[in-house]
């Protein structure tokens, strides 16, 4: 038997290379869009599943502290710390801020924990460098992606901070670089000189620089203890928020990145429908040249099914080559982009599965124009 | 009429014929742009018959060759193949594409050969269509190559060879499927004399050999001798010439 897609192909084989190749960065660009949206979720649970607390105390009716402001005193982590299966309880404090060095300008979530504390807020696996902090002042731990070294001294509002520890793909809920300080410090950059300190300072008959604010309680529970009842009993208790760590990561999802990622799916959808029109466009421009050829195949008795087959090898044989080298041209620039890029091997195959049923759907035209062929047009004119 | 013949002739003569055209029209175009082309056609080609078609350009040749092998579909009349009525006042073939690949060879003014095929590829798609192995297409693809003079260029694609050589390996192709009838337009005219002549002669062998029946169009009188009708479109009607002296064998 003689195959006359292969031979077809292997006879215009450069232009049909770069024709796939060409749909291929097309559909490369699709992986990466979707790798981008893995990526905007992947962030979103990052730091929340970095963070060893099984409940986030949270200011009343907020849904804090991502979502939505949240401020409570600090020293309600010692009445919820006393409630039943509390283990330990500590603030937190999250502050965005922007940083510039000689790489340029960038956005950072400071994150401020109690360094002397019991809740590890660094997973201690992505410390790449130095340690994670042990004084309570003018200690900070950075981001690898800030290009910050070991030891080097970086200007915070009126302090220069030391940098002792560089950790690895650690990530703001946004996506953005982190940053680690002392809560006692973290809170003076925060909340220092504003009214809302006065007051709450003036109330407490506290006078100092610390507003003694967090922005959530975070809490470790004892063994055995389910963090859905705990976190009823500490709202009863307290008239505060609280969040189980799964509550919290599902209203990052819902809440915080919803948008963007709806965004971005559309995005993904509508590159998705090009692809698929261009790869159309592409076989029935592939069949009309060759329209003279189906016409003699079928003057001399070539039935429509072997001339059919044809085309939707070529097609298929197109997508499946544009496919892998879309998957490599998005595997070579996934890393040069800022953020996170997560390329999922179910969504290749997922993509896959979209790009033959679509390249099926795309041979309709060719198909219909070799069917619609007439083949005394063979000698005809 | 036909009852007529199978009384006299009896069922032998009956599975004899080839071709049987009655009463054939063609007209293009529609209403003020309405052509005659051939109005009334009525002839009979038994196997092995060698007929030659000769008429002025423009008098219907090649439109009355594509509606025996029906690519062209006739106004009106009656076309048998082989037995088979394949149009009566409408097309009443089963399967055109099939009854082409297995019973009819087509050659034509150009080679029509398929350009991203190489030569044996290009002969031996019909066969393989066909059904036939392998070890039988082969050496039948070579052997027709090679009497035609082109067994060289087996692995070669059509656009390095010459148009005559084209032209031999598009008449492989026509005689690949061991056809029962071979539709010919002018199928010497991009070839020299003395391949002109080979190439009538091989087809006369096959025609007498296998029983194969022709029909070639051609405007060569040199070539007239080699057939046993002449086939002639006179004032739109087919006329036939029974060529019973001179024919060489
Ligand atoms: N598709 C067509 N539409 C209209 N006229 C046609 C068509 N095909 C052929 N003809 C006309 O029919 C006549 C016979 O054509 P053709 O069979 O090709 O002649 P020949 O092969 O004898 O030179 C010519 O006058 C030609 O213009
Ligand atoms: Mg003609």
Known sequence: MINLAFKDIKHSFTKFIITAISVGILLGIVIIMIGVYRGMIFDAKELVKDIKADLWVVQQDTLGPFAQTSKVHEDLK???????????????????????????????????????GKIKVINPNKIIAGRALKNEHYEIVVSQKTHYKLGEKIKLGRDYYTVVGITKNTVSNGGDYLM??????AQILQFTYTNERIRSDEARGIKGDNPHLVNAVIAKLKDGYNPKIVAKNIEDATHKTVFTKGEQIKLLLQRVIKKSSKQIGMFTAILIIVSI???ALIIYTMTLEKIKEISILKLIGISNLKIIKMIMQETLILGILAFISGNIFARLIAGKFPKRVVLELGDAWALFAVIIVASIFASVFGVYKVLKTDPSEAIGG | MSDEFLMKNGEKQMNNIAIKVENLVKKFGKGENEVTVINGADFTLKKGEFAALVAPSGAGK????????????PTSGRIEIGGEVVYDNKWTVKDDR?????????IFQAHYLI????????????????????????PRVKGLLDYLGVGDKLKNMPSELSGGQNQRVAIARALANNPSIIL??????????????????????????????????????????????????????????????????
Not at chain 1, 78 to 106: L, W
Not at chain 1, 180 to 185: A, E, N, Q, R
Not at chain 2, 62 to 73: K, R
Not at chain 2, 98 to 106: D, E, P, S, T
Request: proline share 4%; charged share 30%; glycine share 6%.
């Open chain 1, 78 to 116: 010692d009445r919820i710390s006393y409630q039943d299966g509390v283990k330990y309880a500590e603030g937190i404090t999250f502050q965005n801020i922007q940083m510039q060095n000689s790489y340029g300008a960038f956005k950072v979530m400071l994150v401020g924990y109690d360094p002397l």
């Open chain 1, 180 to 185: 680690f300080v002392s809560l006692k410090d």
């Open chain 1, 277 to 279: 029109v261009i790869i």
């Open chain 2, 62 to 73: 090649t439109t009355l060759l594509m509606m025996i092998g029906c690519v062209l579909e």
């Open chain 2, 98 to 106: 099939a009854l082409r690949r297995k019973k009819l060879g087509f």
């Open chain 2, 115 to 138: 350009p991203f095929l190489n030569v044996e590829e290009n002969v031996s798609l019909l066969p393989y269509e066909n059904g036939e192995p392998e070890k039988v297409v082969k």
């Open chain 2, 184 to 249: 010919a337009d002018e199928p010497t005219a991009a070839l020299d004399t003395k391949r002109s002549v080979d190439v009538v002669k091989l087809l006369r062998k096959i025609a007498k050999e296998k029983e194969v029946t022709i029909i070639m169009v051609t405007h060569d009188d040199r070539l007239l001798p080699y057939c046993d009708k002449v086939l002639t479109i006179v004032d739109k009607k087919v006329e036939v010439k029974e060529q019973l002296e001179g024919v060489i064998i």
